[in-house]
């Protein structure tokens, strides 16, 4: 069983750094020394010595997946439907105020907009690379949000 975490500040989403605690260097016993042990753990082969780790935290509703080429890191994402981004709770909010949140935060900083929509039906897929956010939405709901270092 995981250990108990403060889900708000473990959902709280800073880009280029990583989710709560939990940065995009993390390694996988850093990440369990915060998280506890997963419920789940996979190792997927992906082909050419690619592989990644797979972790799953279904009492935090977390997912964290760690990417590598052979041994060597290369990065890692964060899925959750629970995210805190500048100042709002995703999982309380409707489509339109989400999409309007993050383009305020892109103007707020400065960081021009990079939004890219991708219909992939039903869901539709907004990915924000400038900041390392993509989110699936099936109408107004979130399916799924990923979160990791710009590329």
Known sequence: ????????????FFPN???GKILFTSTEEEII???????????IEEGDGFHSVEL????????IFLHFDGK???????????LLFNGIDFSKENKTTIVENIEAYYSANK????????????EYIYTYDNIGLTIWFEKEEIVDISVELPQ
């Open 1 to 12: 069983m995981s250990k108990p975490i403060d889900i708000n500040s473990m959902k709280t």
């Open 17 to 19: 750094k990583g989710m």
């Open 33 to 43: 020394a915060v998280l506890g042990k997963p419920e789940t753990r996979e190792v």
């Open 56 to 63: 799953y935290f279904d009492q935090h509703d977390i997912s």
């Open 72 to 82: 060597k890191f290369e990065y890692m994402s964060i899925h959750s439907n629970n």
């Open 111 to 122: 960081i021009k907009m990079d939004l890219a929509i991708e219909k992939d039906l039903p």
